[in-house]
């Protein structure tokens, strides 16, 4: 947990899932965000499940993110209980290399909404990156650090291009020596 009060949940299913979590909290934590980060299993430790969700919106929490492989039931007994946005981290941790979390994930009930990210740390990364966009909507200073990601990833496409494209000019494009 970071030294604010937490706005951003992340319940890991299992606490092998951190490894595909942490880039994402270093997200956070260099954009200040305040989250915590806790092991809550739907199906192996449902009352503690239960009254972490009961209790989050009370304690200041804003957004959810539910991390889990397998079955990933996960995101949607969290979403089944609160009024919060809960977004959904599918992991690759079963045989089937995460299909069966992303259906789990996204395939959820009428009324009972799950925000469903990539598979693996590609989907924990955007889960942190739309908590803050959640955040950013009443938070100036967010607004502006993503104003400024955006830049920055814009920025990277262009230096990716202009290195192809030195590369690209070392060699004929038709594949013909001079």
Do not use: C, F
Request: hydrophobic share 50%; aromatic share 2%; no cysteine.
């Amino acid at each position: 947990m970071n030294k604010s009060e937490p706005q951003v949940g992340i319940i890991l299913g299992s606490g092998s899932d951190w490894a595909q979590v942490e880039p994402a909290v270093r997200l956070l934590q260099k954009w200040e965000v305040a989250y915590e980060v806790t092991v809550a299993s739907a199906h192996r430790s449902p009352a503690r499940l239960q009254s972490y969700v009961q209790q989050a919106q009370a304690r200041g929490l804003k957004v959810l993110i539910a991390v889990a492989g397998a079955a990933a039931h996960l995101a949607g007994v969290l979403a089944a209980q609160t009024i919060l946005p809960v977004i959904g981290v599918p992991l690759p941790s079963s045989a089937l290399q995460g299909w069966d979390a992303l259906l789990a994930t996204a395939q959820m009930p009428a009324g009972v909404p799950v925000a469903t990210m990539a598979v693996g740390s590609a989907g924990a990364r955007n889960a942190a990156i739309l908590a803050t966009q959640i955040l950013a909507l009443s938070d100036e200073r967010l607004r502006e650090t993503l104003l400024k990601h955006k830049q920055d990833l814009i920025h990277q496409i262009e230096e990716q291009n202009a290195r192809l494209q030195a590369e690209l000019a070392v060699t004929d494009p038709h594949g013909q020596d001079d």
